[in-house]
């Protein structure tokens, strides 16, 4: 079946450090993959998506791409600030699959 | 236009009693789903609904039962709450099934003792 593997937590970088959190997944067809990011007490926010191969999805300085060849779907960030401290969630959807497979989440906590 | 709206917030059972999670969507989706989230497991799919007065299990259905009321809500029952169901539950909305961007409610904080 479809799985998401996300690096293990939690990530503890200075505020301006380069961020990657590593996302690799198994899919048995031509999955969509997804970021979302959880705030501390909040629900789950989309942060990027890609719907094909080489795709890049972007937001807030967020990037990922969708590469088939190695089936990964990093996520990075050139600079990161203390407000980007949160939960990240890789996921993939399928079609005909009836939900999203997630990650188990990794945190991020941004140091002044 | 208030996105996926989620009650109550928090909530304390004790073993035996029942309740029922309330989720509610303005955006004419036709999927709906239901969300658990445990330490270091992600978040998995207790039911989904792909459109109105259809309903499935997905992952971890045992110990909950859903209603599809009608296209905007989707409720979640625990009918005899057991302290293994102490989580954070989510209930998300999408267009359709399968590919498409899944919003998700803020979610509501369950114990139970």
């Known amino acids: 079946g479809d799985s998401v593997t996300q690096m293990e937590g939690p990530v503890t970088l200075s505020e301006e450090a380069f961020l990657t959190i590593n996302c690799t997944y198994t899919a048995t067809g031509y999955p969509s993959l997804f970021w979302y990011v959880q705030y501390p007490g909040e629900g789950l926010q989309l942060l990027l998506k890609?719907?094909?191969?080489?795709d890049k999805g972007s937001n807030k300085g967020f990037e990922a791409t969708y590469r088939k060849e190695t089936t990964s779907f990093h996520l990075e960030k050139g600079s990161v600030q203390v407000s980007d401290s949160a939960v990240y969630f890789c996921?993939?959807?399928?079609?005909?699959?009836?939900?999203?497979?997630f990650g188990s989440g990794t945190r991020l906590q941004v140091q002044p | 236009n208030a996105g996926v709206t989620q009650t109550p917030k928090f909530q304390v059972l004790k073993t035996g009693q029942s309740m029922t999670l309330q989720c509610a969507q303005d955006?004419?989706?036709?999927?709906m789903y239901w969300y658990r989230q445990d330490p270091g497991m992600g978040l998995r799919l207790i039911y989904y609904s792909a459109s109105e007065g259809t309903t499935d299990k997905g992952e971890v259905p045992n110990g909950y039962n859903v209603s599809r009321l009608n296209k905007r809500e989707f409720s979640l029952r625990l009918e005899s709450a057991a302290p293994s169901q102490t989580s954070v539950y989510f209930c998300?909305?999408?267009?359709?099934?399968?590919?498409?961007?899944?919003?998700f409610g803020p979610g509501t904080r369950l114990t139970v003792l």
């Open positions: 890609a719907t094909k191969a080489d």
């Open positions: 996921a993939l959807s399928d079609r005909g699959r009836r939900a999203l497979t």
């Open positions: 955006m004419n989706h036709n999927s």
């Open positions: 998300a909305s999408s267009e359709r099934e399968g590919r498409h961007t899944q919003y």
